[in-house]
């Protein structure tokens, strides 16, 4: 079955470290979003990426960096500049169209020690 | 610019009742219309969208929702809820121009008491 998946459902960042989530997709889609979500605040975008070797900022890119160097990959690097990184992390993907709907990962949820 | 306002932060309802969760939108034009829901711990899964013709929309699980373009609203209703219904429920929006990104409400979560 196609999806997305995200790897590790849990993280640990100690201060002062960086820490990289995994995002893969089979779904032969051209975008990809990395979202942060925060009880109460709903979805913030990140970063997203509308082809490969090419992203934009989201609404909150301080403190995370990306790459995308193959079209099924999308790896979020949050660093030790992120202050507040304790959140839920979402990746999605979709075609590259704002009408074609998003399909999402589970998560991965990230704390700090 | 967009955004999507979900007034109601927690909504409970007994379960068999009907059930109607409100989104209302700010956008220059008429936007693309999602509803998604987020089981705890899991990713969201897309219920429905609306893009364009009819206004109102069916989407899985027995839900739909109705497009009023002069109230700027999106409401996701079901006529009887079930208990695994429990979950939380989020609006979102899509531009046609620009930028291929969603606008999401800061979601509704919903109990259903037995």
């Known amino acids: 079955d196609g999806g997305i998946t995200q790897s590790p459902k849990y993280l640990f960042r100690k201060e002062g470290q960086n820490v990289t989530l995994s995002c893969e997709q089979n779904?032969?889609?051209?975008?990809m979003y990395w979202y942060r979500q925060d009880p109460g605040q709903g979805l913030r975008l990140i970063y997203y990426?509308?082809?490969?070797?090419?992203?934009q900022k989201g609404d909150i890119a301080e403190g995370y960096s990306v790459s995308r160097e193959k079209k099924e990959s999308f790896p979020l690097t949050v660093t030790s500049a992120q202050k507040n990184p304790t959140a839920f992390y979402l990746c999605?993907?979709?075609?590259?169209?704002?009408?074609?709907?998003?399909?999402f990962g589970d998560g991965t949820r990230l704390s700090i020690l | 610019a967009q955004s999507v306002t979900q007034p109601d932060i927690h909504i409970t309802v007994s379960e068999g009742a009907s059930l109607e969760l409100r989104c209302n939108y700010s956008?220059?034009?008429?936007?693309?219309l999602f509803w998604y829901v987020q089981s705890p711990g899991q990713g969201l899964q897309l219920l429905l969208k609306?893009?364009?013709?009819?206004?109102l929309v069916q989407g899985i699980k027995g839900f739909e929702a109705e497009f009023k373009r002069s109230q700027s609203s999106f409401n996701l209703r079901k006529p009887s809820v079930h208990w695994s219904d429990a979950a939380e429920y989020f609006c979102?929006?899509?531009?046609?121009?620009?930028?291929?990104?969603?606008?999401f409400g800061t979601g509704t979560r919903l109990t259903v008491i037995p």
């Open positions: 999605a993907s979709n075609l590259g169209q704002s009408n074609q709907p998003q399909h």
């Open positions: 779904l032969n889609h051209d975008a």
């Open positions: 990426s509308q082809i490969v070797n090419d992203f």
């Open positions: 956008y220059g034009a008429t936007p693309y």
């Open positions: 609306y893009f364009s013709g009819d206004t």
């Open positions: 979102a929006v899509g531009a046609r121009t620009g930028a291929n990104n969603l606008f």
